[in-house]
């Protein structure tokens, strides 16, 4: 067959010929239609929009036509009240069970009751100035200075008083002394006579009968040396002082006599335990003592009465005259601070003032906002309708954020997509989604994210979480198990300006685009084919923001309606002599020059 093929082509040289030159015409005349090499570079243009840019993270799953979610209360507390019964239908919002508010309630209310306060205090330093509060002021103001010279009366008056305090317990306190040093320190006949001093015939006539004899001795002895000694000290000063003194010197006076009187008394006591231990031990043997011993004790007596007398009025003395001195610390701060209140009322308020007030009524409505809130928190409520498949609480139990008190049951469909554990953080519940089928290509629905798994799934090291999104609307043809992907819209930006994702690119850490000079820009959307540009197209530095699938935010470089570059549609070789040099320009980036590219039709 072959042979006889190549017997035929032999015969008719000519007419193969013409046949493999048509043959070879028509198949360079096709690769030309097919493969255009017109030696240009062709672009793909795009203009800057203003516009919504949706960020959502995609997931797939099926779908489930019998989906239960527990209900979860926001707040801990004591079931009130259980609305909620199985196999009831309740539709989206609809309250399930009541947990104890009062004390959310009550929370309310003073935070409302703060806000109004707050309120208030704004308008009254807003209003005018009127009589009734400057007359007010001034009256304060008065009644400080008054009170300051009513202490100081009251002063000079404690220090009178303590002066003549002093002045009488000099009247008596020499008795005491005289007569405490006759007691201890004369030979009485009474006591037996002979050359012994009374407080050694005390100590000596038991110290066979008890050692302590002598220790009382002592202590009596050192008592009343020591009162001797700040007796003196303080009389000698007593007489070289007046009521015309400083009021210092008098002040001194006073604490110096009270300390004298207290030392005289600690003498008289210790004479007092000396006497009283002699008589002790006589009346243990049965030994009848001295009479002039009970004429001692009884004079001691009322050495005690005495000294306790002028130590209670000069310890009075000396805190009066420290409270008047304070009162007159207190007074003159009081003054102080009333002359600046009427200054400033006479001034009315100042921007610092209103600021601080406004500021205060937003701190407020947060409050009270916020109480609100934790007062919704004690309503469970279901997220979406459906029929109460469970009721897990009852009136009486305690409720918690981990403890469900009812499961729901979805009527409509519900998507369950599988996140990893890195797109699961920015989910939350109620974020709104897109969902497409694979079933049913021309169907989107729209709907929302009612659960989100607290403890995610770990498959050959790979941790994935279960996001079930309910349906916004039912739409017959999606069925149960059926393949379902979903968009869920984590952040959503209006009007920003937005570029496709391609259009931007990068080099050296910083983002441009691509965008032809402005007579080229023009002629961008002229050819359905690609844009052709006579220039070399130039590098626009931008600053990005936040980027989804498609899209690009541009904070700063672009404006709406700039034509940028989004991809090269063709990029042929093509003649040295068709080259042009430059490159591609960019400001402020490096490596701004670089090769040529084709150039189009000047």
Same mark, same amino acid.
């Given at each position: @067959? ?55 993270? &995609? ?96 002063? +000079? ?20 002394? &005289? ?18 001093? #009374? ?14 004899? @002598? ?23 007593? +007489? ?17 006599? =009270?300390?004298?009187? !207290? ?69 003159? /701060? ?37 109480? !609100?809130?934790?007062?919704? #928190?004690? =309503? ?13 609480? !009852? ?16 009527? *409509? ?18 974020? +709104? %989604? ?13 709907? *929302?994210? %009612? ?49 496709? #994702?391609? %259009?931007? !690119? ?22 359905? #084919? ?28 672009? +404006? ?24 591609? /320009? ?15 039709? /000047?």
């Amino acid at each position: @067959m072959i042979s006889k093929l190549f017997r035929q082509v032999k015969k008719h040289r000519f007419a193969a010929g013409v046949f493999l030159f048509i043959i070879a015409g028509m198949g360079y005349w096709g690769y030309g239609k097919i493969f255009n090499s017109d030696g240009v570079i062709r672009y793909a243009t795009a203009k800057v929009q203003n516009g919504t840019l949706i960020v959502s993270i &995609t997931g797939s799953g099926q779908v489930s036509a019998f989906n239960q979610v527990d209900i979860k209360p926001k707040a801990s507390g004591e079931i009130t009240v259980v609305y909620a019964k199985s196999g009831q239908e309740v539709d989206a919002g609809a309250v399930l069970a009541a947990i104890d508010s009062s004390d959310a309630e009550r929370a309310v209310r003073d935070a409302e009751t703060s806000l109004e306060t707050a309120k208030l205090e704004l308008d009254k330093i807003l209003e005018p100035l009127d009589e009734l509060t400057l007359l007010q002021a001034e009256n304060s103001l008065v009644q400080a200075q008054e009170s300051k010279q009513k202490a100081e009366d009251n002063l +000079k008056k404690a220090y009178e008083d303590g002066f003549n305090t002093v002045a009488n317990a000099f009247l008596n306190l020499p008795a005491v002394m &005289t007569g405490l040093y006759d007691m201890l320190f004369s030979s009485d006949s009474g006591l037996g006579g002979g050359n012994q001093w #009374n407080i050694d015939f005390y100590a000596n006539a038991v110290k066979n009968y008890d050692e302590k004899a @002598m220790q009382y001795k002592a202590d009596t002895s050192d008592k009343y040396q020591t009162a001797r000694a700040a007796y003196d000290k303080n009389f000698d000063n007593y +007489k070289l002082t007046s009521r015309f003194s400083e009021r210092t010197v008098i002040e001194s006076l006073i604490s110096e006599t =009270y300390d004298t009187a !207290k030392r005289i008394a600690e003498a008289v006591k210790s004479a007092n335990n000396l006497i009283q231990f002699y008589q002790d031990k006589f009346t243990e043997r049965g030994l009848k003592p001295q009479a002039l011993s009970n004429t001692h004790l009884a004079s001691l007596n009322s050495y005690t009465g005495t000294t306790n007398s002028y130590l209670s009025s000069l310890l009075s003395a000396e805190r009066s005259i420290q409270d008047y001195k304070e009162s007159i610390v207190s007074a003159e /701060r009081s003054i102080e601070e009333k002359t600046l209140s009427l200054a400033k009322i006479k001034e009315g308020p100042d921007d610092l003032d209103i600021r601080a007030k406004k500021i205060t009524i937003r701190q407020k409505e947060d409050a009270f906002t916020t109480a !609100k809130q934790a007062l919704a #928190n004690h =309503y469970v409520r279901a997220p979406f309708a459906g029929v109460i498949a469970k009721v897990n609480g !009852k009136k009486g139990d305690t409720a918690s954020a981990g403890t469900a008190v009812a499961t729901l049951v979805t009527k *409509q469909k519900i998507a369950e997509v599988s996140l990893n554990e890195i797109d699961v953080a920015k989910i939350k519940t109620g974020q +709104k %989604a897109t969902l497409t089928f694979d079933a049913v290509p021309d169907l989107t629905l729209t709907g *929302q994210v %009612a659960e989100v798994d607290a403890v995610g799934t770990v498959s050959q090291g790979v941790v994935t979480y279960t996001v079930k999104i309910g349906f916004d609307t039912q739409d017959d043809r999606v069925k149960t198990a059926m393949s379902v992907s979903a968009a869920i819209i984590t952040e959503a930006k209006p009007n920003v300006l937005l570029v496709p #994702n391609s %259009a931007v !690119k990068s080099q050296g850490g910083l983002s441009y685009v691509e965008v032809p000079d402005e007579s080229d820009a023009v002629l961008a959307a002229t050819d359905p #084919n690609g844009a052709v540009f006579r220039n070399s197209l130039r590098r626009q530095p931008v600053e990005i923001g936040t980027t989804s699938d498609e899209f690009t935010e541009i904070v700063n470089g672009l +404006k709406e309606g700039d034509v940028i570059v989004t991809r090269t549609i063709q990029s042929n070789t093509v003649q040295p002599t068709q080259q042009q040099s430059g490159g591609l /320009r960019i400001p402020g980036l490096p490596g701004g020059g670089g090769g040529g590219r084709g150039g189009g039709p /000047r």
